[in-house]
């Protein structure tokens, strides 16, 4: 009996609870499946998935006198990767309605929205993030990335089918379509929430980034949702005239806002929607359209429109002085920085103090860019660390601010002594002024070098704001 043939017994006769091809994901029961034809690199990442609970690893280098009874060995795994994900997944993939996301910006709170969407239809869906905050919420499953690997995301689907959701809706990243991560889904609906630079470091250029993004969506699909508010969405949508559009500047659009009302294809909605960004009424209306090409209607009436919520860490506001007020937001790309900037100034007659900075060892072209925007739209800019990771910070600083023609702003490398400046600077503008932390928002943690340490921008803020 061949090795394949002998491992797929095993694991029919066998019970476990997921399955990954990243040790670092792995939990109790789990089965690994390594690819590295590396033998040192795949003890290491065995033995990792051991520690963190694996029940099996299979793999493609014989480590069975090192992982014993956990080791499932076959010479030709990645030939045979096909045959052990349906064997693990053993569902057919027709059970559920698979919703995917995707964008530069917008990914995460249309598909939140689109989740309150269908629960205010009482239909059973599965949100799959990777913000911890919203585990909470009902349905959801929270993914160690933004598109888990092709065996994590079947589990995801395995357990939600065994659920009996209807529906499971997903974001789908740029390096996720790039690597196959989705390959074998069909999806139910498909949307483009935005479209700008990012992720250069990956894909090296522009070009790249956009032709990923626009492979994503098939010319003769009739369930796509596109904002056209970006050159790409326009060029989608002109190549299919069947997807709908999206838009808050263009009146040709299928679903846009017009004198308080949300016009659709489905007849006109009362505006009624408590939050009041461009972006977040973008990805509003991306949402609504996936519903209504759903349903072939919008049945939510205005009460529910009002009663949707925000993202964690998304325009996520705090008073913090009598008629001041402090925004964290996740805005980390220079169109995310430039809309969160815009909203604050056309909603505050006071200053405005931007705390921002820069990831290392990502994308460096869009540093310079941020430090423009952050001038332009705000009075006083503190440049501070994101996630350095291994890069130099005072390199990261000085790229940013290569972009700044003033000198109005200061670095302080320490993220919470920045924000302790920034607020020692609000409190003493006038009222209705406001500090925007941008970069992070629902994030836990800071990565400097190879260490990840507990860090909540938020958190950092309301322990300061009565001590200042």
Avoid at 287 to 307: C, H, M, P, Q, V
Avoid at 315 to 340: G, I, M, W
Avoid at 413 to 422: F, Q, V
Avoid at 438 to 450: M, T
Wanted: glycine share 6%; with cysteine.
């Amino acid at each position: 009996m061949s090795y394949l043939s002998l491992n797929l017994k095993k694991l029919k006769e066998s019970s476990f609870t997921g399955f990954t091809e990243n040790s670092k994901f792995v939990k109790n029961d789990f089965v690994f499946i390594s690819f590295s034809e590396n033998i040192k690199e795949a003890l290491n990442h065995s033995q990792e998935a051991i520690k963190n609970g694996a029940k099996f690893v299979i793999s493609q280098i014989d480590l069975k006198n090192e992982l014993k009874e956990h080791n499932l060995f076959d010479k030709n795994l990645k030939e045979n990767k096909d045959k052990y994900l349906k064997q693990l997944f053993n569902r057919s993939i027709n059970d559920i309605k698979i919703f995917g996301i995707t964008g530069t910006n917008g990914k995460s709170s249309t598909a939140f929205f689109l989740h309150q969407l269908l629960i205010f239809k009482e239909v059973n869906s599965t949100l799959l993030s990777n913000i911890p905050e919203i585990l909470s919420y009902k349905n959801s499953e929270i993914s160690p990335l933004t598109t888990p690997d092709r065996f994590l995301l079947k589990y995801y689907l395995k357990k939600s089918i065994d659920l009996k959701r209807d529906y499971f809706l997903m974001e789908v990243s740029s390096h996720g379509i790039d690597q196959g991560r989705i390959a074998d889904l069909n999806f139910q609906g498909k949307c483009l929430t935005s479209f700008s630079q990012d992720h250069l470091d990956y894909h090296k250029s522009l070009r790249n980034y956009r032709n990923t993004k626009k492979s994503f969506f098939k010319e003769t699909e009739k369930n796509n949702v596109i904002s056209i508010d970006n050159e790409l969405g326009k060029e989608i949508v002109s190549k299919n005239k069947s997807a709908l559009s999206i838009s808050l500047l263009k009146k040709n659009a299928d679903i846009l806002v017009e004198k308080g009302m949300i016009k659709t294809p489905w007849g006109d909605l009362k505006n009624t929607v408590p939050l009041k960004s461009k972006a977040m009424i973008s990805n509003i209306l991306c949402a609504l359209g996936l519903y209504g090409r759903e349903f072939g209607k919008i049945d939510i009436d205005s009460k529910n429109l009002s009663l949707l919520k925000n993202l964690p860490g998304r325009l996520q506001r705090s008073t913090v002085f009598e008629n001041k007020f402090c925004y964290v937001d996740y805005a980390h790309s220079p169109d995310a920085l430039n809309f969160v900037l815009e909203y604050l100034k056309s909603s505050y007659s006071g200053q405005i103090i931007t705390v921002f900075g820069c990831g290392g060892e990502r994308d460096s072209s869009k540093r310079k860019k941020m430090g423009k925007i952050s001038e332009e739209k705000s009075n006083y800019q503190i440049i501070t660390n994101d996630n350095p990771r291994n890069e130099d910070p005072f390199k990261i600083i000085s790229e940013i601010s290569d972009g700044m023609m003033s000198k109005n702003y200061q670095i302080i490398l320490d993220r919470k002594e920045a924000i302790a400046e920034g607020l020692k600077k609000l409190k003493s503008l006038d009222p209705n002024s406001v500090l925007l932390v941008a970069g992070k928002g629902h994030e836990n943690s800071q990565i400097v070098k190879d260490n990840e340490i507990h860090f909540n921008d938020l958190e950092i803020i309301n322990e300061l704001k009565d001590v200042i």
